[in-house]
């Protein structure tokens, strides 16, 4: 079993709507939780983490957690062409000692004029 | 800019040949990570470095030699490599390995073709 799964896409949506990523993970123990971003030929960053149950927003950006449903999304407002990219959910996982980030594969976005 | 910095950034050997990937971070940090990226596939774990000592070798085989000489620099040394090890290589680094905040810095990766 995948430790984080995403659906990998292309996920096409008009510019001015919203895009919906999700993520599940498979150890109950997590307990922080976090989306990168990545253009294409350039490398990840981080643009959200959410640690609670619930919503957590930053500008134009939505972060949803829940935990009984080992369920993380992402929620894009107002979709411009410049958020298209790859999104990369990744779970802290604690093991030997200390957090160890690991990644799904990615859910590509493709938000066209 | 993210205050790490990989070269080279491209990178085509053959399956004889030893090669070293640099990788180095301007950003006062003590832990620092080599990952794999191949396309359509997770960032794999391979090395985790904190504060020069090496605490993680995610079952990585031995055809891939990292060295750590201080906090702000990292490499992979590779050879005899294999036309599956072609991928890009990023690196990145954290305040420490715990990172509660889940900020990875990463670099901008190098990119190896094994011909």
């Known amino acids: 079993q995948k430790e984080v799964e995403q659906n990998s896409g292309p996920l096409s949506v008009p510019e001015g709507a919203i895009a919906s990523l999700n993520c599940t993970y498979s150890?109950?123990?997590?307990?922080?939780f976090f989306w990168y971003r990545q253009y294409s030929g350039k490398s990840p960053e981080l643009i959200m983490s959410i640690y609670s149950n619930g919503d957590k927003e930053d500008g134009r950006f939505t972060a949803q957690l829940n935990k009984a449903s080992q369920y993380v999304s992402l929620l894009i407002r107002d979709s411009q062409p410049s958020d298209s990219a790859t999104y990369l959910c990744a779970v802290a996982l604690f093991s030997g000692g200390y957090n160890k980030l690991i990644f799904g594969a990615g859910t590509r976005l493709a938000v066209h004029p | 800019e993210t205050g790490v910095t990989q070269t080279p950034r491209h990178l085509v050997m053959g399956m004889t040949n030893k090669k070293s990937l640099k990788c180095e971070q301007h950003l006062g940090h003590n832990a620092m990570y080599w990952y794999k990226q191949s396309a359509k596939k997770p960032l794999e774990l391979m090395f985790v470095y904190n504060f020069k000592e090496q605490t993680e070798n995610n079952s990585v085989p031995s055809r891939f030699s990292p060295e750590c000489p201080n906090s702000s620099h990292l490499f992979l040394h590779l050879h005899t490599l294999q036309p599956e090890d072609s991928a890009l290589y990023l690196c990145?680094?954290?305040?420490?390995?715990?990172?509660?905040?889940?900020?990875?810095?990463f670099g901008e990766g190098s990119r190896l073709t094994v011909l």
């Open positions: 990145a680094s954290s305040q420490d390995r715990g990172f509660d905040t889940g900020e990875l810095f």
């Open positions: 150890d109950r123990g997590s307990q922080s």
